[in-house]
């Protein structure tokens, strides 16, 4: 069913604030906007109250969340009106946590094309997680702990950002645990572990680099990936010594993970690939690409490419650095 016109009329008007400067007539539109029956308005009017940190409005943001909360399937479908306001309210420092520990424990029937194991909810569950560990309380890893066995992957994704987040050192057993348990998806696997990584980068390196070593591919992805965060030297040796070791398929992972380290050793490493003509040229050359922009890079990695002299590693050359 087709946004009644008077909605349509109140998003456009509401986008056009986007370039505006801030103004007593921009603050009541928004405030308008966020008192607005359609929760499409209230949530296009809270994410740019977010997004100009109009602190003022506060107040607004959460009369109107008190206001979604009543029938939400009903008033707030998809929980779309919510979960921007809590945003919002997380943009602007709001300090008050009655919001986020009514919002952490909120459960929504599952929207459009949703999964059966998740809920409409689930996002909000994981903003409020960051707003409660922002906050600081001292129970706040009780609630982020639970979160982490959510029903809703993005919940539980969202409880491990926030743990990482939180900068207590005492959320590092509670992501360890549940590293270990484990996750069916790769996603808040790699949550935990850029949240260890982010916490205790010396002390969780070789916690991390374990997973490398699952049965799992797409778990062995996600520790690549949160390694890469982590630009130190020992990320570059635990990779290395990974490489030779790579399952099929993960090859362009690694690679890739190595050149987003930005190390020099690591330009060596892949542009020696290239050199001696190693069957993952290619691949090599598509990690390299994200220093396309860097002309002194580019002209490197084009004098490797000549000495690698075969055609077809110069072509897919001319794909990736003639790209932007």
Known sequence: ?????????????????????????MVEQLRKGLADPSNLVV????????????RELAADLVAAFDRLMIEPEKSDK??????????????????????FLRGIVHSQEPGWGEEKDQDAAGPLRAHCAFGLARLNLPERLL???DLLHDKDKRARAGAARALGGSGSLAAIPLLRFKARLGDKEPEVMGECFSALLSLAPAETLSFVSDFLHSARADIQEAAIFALAE???????????????????????SVLLAIAMLRLPPTIDFLIDL????????????????????????????????????DPAVQQWFQKKFSRG
């Open 143 to 145: 609630h982020l702990a």
């Open 43 to 54: 949530a296009a009017a809270a994410t740019l109250t977010g997004e100009r940190a109009i």
């Open 230 to 252: 982590i630009r130190r030297p020992q990320t570059f040796g635990i990779l290395k010594d990974f490489w030779p070791r790579t399952p099929p398929g993960l090859e362009e």
């Open 78 to 99: 998809q929980c779309r009106g919510k979960i921007a306001i809590v945003e919002a309210l997380n943009k602007l420092e709001y300090a008050e946590p009655e919001i």
């Open 274 to 309: 290239i050199v001696r003509r190693d069957p993952h040229s290619r691949a090599a050359l598509s990690a390299l690409a994200i220093h396309q922009h860097d002309g002194k890079m580019k002209e490197r990695v084009a004098a490797a490419v000549a000495a690698n002299g």
């Open 1 to 25: 069913m087709a946004k009644p016109r008077g909605t349509e009329a109140k998003l456009a008007r509401l986008r056009s604030l986007v370039s505006e400067p801030i103004s007593p007539d």
